[in-house]
């Protein structure tokens, strides 16, 4: 079935530092790819989405490239704040699968001052 | 629109006790959905639902029940409830079952002695 697989965390990181969390997938057909991030406490919401082969989803200076010859949807950031330390979980979205949302274990990011 | 909501924001319960969490949105969306999540387990489908009426199973539905007997509403039953179940709970929205977007609620955490 589909799954996803994303890095162990948790990362620790200074201010100001770059940013890579891996992700990759295994699906058949064409999923839609996701990145949703849980803050201390909260919810999820999600960040950024790509619905297609080299879509780049894009939000609060984050970004991830949907790349099917890989199958990653790796998550970027160039500089990263205190304010963005949470939990960020990669996920999928697959009409194969009856559109259920799967998704990564979650990689924890501390970004320490 | 207050999105997804959930009550309540923490319950313990003693084993073999059954209890109901409830969610509720108010974004007529058809589509919604709980979850379980697990320390290093990310965030595991319980039920699903893609309308007024319909429900289903998810990855792992054994020991709750679902119903939806109105689009607002759908509240998960423990039955019998064992340690085991000690999660937070998440329920979860979208639009229709092909909608990106997915809404959640707060969660609920649940202890089980």
């Known amino acids: 079935g589909d799954s996803v697989t994303q890095m162990e965390g948790p990362v620790t990181l200074s201010e100001e530092a770059f940013l890579t969390i891996n992700c990759t997938y295994t699906?058949?057909?064409?999923?839609?790819l996701f990145w949703y991030v849980q803050y201390p406490g909260e919810g999820l919401q999600l960040l950024l989405k790509?619905?297609?082969?080299?879509d780049k989803g894009s939000n609060k200076g984050f970004e991830a490239t949907y790349r099917k010859e890989t199958t990653s949807f790796h998550l970027e950031k160039g500089s990263v704040q205190v304010s963005d330390s949470a939990v960020y979980f990669c996920?999928?979205?697959?009409?194969?699968?009856?559109?259920?949302?799967?998704f990564g274990k979650g990689t924890s990011l501390l970004v320490t001052p | 629109n207050a999105g997804v909501t959930q009550t309540p924001k923490f319950q313990v319960l003693k084993t073999g006790q059954s209890m109901t969490l409830q969610c509720a949105q108010d974004?007529?969306?058809?589509?919604m959905s709980w979850y379980r999540q697990d320390p290093g387990m990310g965030l595991r489908l319980i039920h699903y639902?893609?309308?007024?009426?319909?429900?289903d199973q998810g990855e792992v539905p054994n020991g709750y029940n679902v119903s939806r007997s109105t689009t607002e509403d759908f509240p998960l039953r423990l039955l019998s409830a064992a340690p085991s179940q000690t999660s937070v709970y998440f329920c979860?929205?979208?639009?229709?079952?092909?909608?990106?977007?997915?809404?959640f609620g707060p969660g609920t955490r649940l202890t089980v002695l």
């Open positions: 979860a929205s979208r639009s229709g079952v092909s909608t990106d977007t997915q809404y």
């Open positions: 699906a058949t057909g064409y999923p839609s």
């Open positions: 790509a619905t297609k082969a080299d």
């Open positions: 996920a999928l979205k697959n009409s194969n699968s009856g559109y259920a949302l799967n």
């Open positions: 974004m007529n969306h058809e589509y």
């Open positions: 639902s893609v309308g007024a009426g319909i429900t």
